[in-house]
């Protein structure tokens, strides 16, 4: 089979995209390169376009030629036995919707499932079947109980419902941030939570070929300025994450114990990563990413380099995965 790398997307996360599929680029260079406009195109691009791109989390990525419709791309991937390596994150490109569309097709593609794709996206259902399989999630505040519990709790957090890389996050420290919150509540459905202090941390989960799933070691995070958004994960140099992470062997077997019971709670394939505070009253779960960040600077090639596992051997596995099981799914 033809190896493809899909990226960009048409959602706020594209930017990282393009960060990923340099990385995925690096470690598949024998790859094609597909580009998932804005527009809903896809695009061919050449090795040097996207490696010359020199600011990917700021700048955005321009093909710079005629691109198909999505439909007409995947139809052509289907067409010519491609397996899509998916360099994508967040919105229709993690929401299993672009995962129903390869099914339909019989296309092989890298991470979770349609169904547990859009499960997981929603921070809301994935907090309701984490805690079935006794993961510990805080309890979530109603827009309408905003100042009671911003009067009970003295702090809150806030953040879009179906979106990641902490785009639109908003820490309600003063009453002003109740007016941000409400205001960003207006054009998408936001998670409301009490803020709970804590080290933050994740956790990444592998599917193996011969049918076993680990848990990578634990990745420590020490924002700059104690709020890990977006800047802090990829514009600012002084954000440490340490992995594995200075956490007592206690705390490190939960975090991997907790992260595993979300992926198969969640029914996440391939790989998956999932965010925790370690608070003084134990383990708080956030939610589960199953298309992290794969960029030279994210967390879960952190966890590989950690376990032993080289980047195109990982890569190479879950290329194998996906066709198993879209052999399996034919």
Known sequence: ?????????????????????????????EADLWFWDVADTVHEVASQKLLGHARPFEDEFKPGNRGLPLEAALDKAKSEDRVLVLGLHGGRAENGELQAMCELRGIPFTGSGSASSNLALDKVAAKRFAAIAGVAAPAGVALENLDAAFAEYGKLIAKPARDGSSYGLIFVNAKQDLVAVRNAAKTEEYLIEPFISGVEATCGVLERPDGSVLSLPPVEIVPADGAFDYAAKYLLKSTQEICPGRFS?????????????????????????????VSAKGLVYLET??????TAASLYPKALKAQGIEFPDFLREQIALAERRNRERV
């Open 1 to 29: 089979m033809r190896i493809t790398i899909l990226f960009g997307g048409t959602n706020t996360e594209r930017l990282v995209s393009v960060a990923s599929a340099q990385a995925l680029h690096r470690a598949l260079p």
């Open 249 to 277: 062997p206690e705390i490190s077997a939960a975090l991997m114990d907790q992260a595993l019971r979300a992926h198969r709670a969640l029914s996440c394939s391939g790989y998956s990563r999932t965010d925790f505070i």
């Open 289 to 294: 990413n199953t298309l992290p960040g794969l």
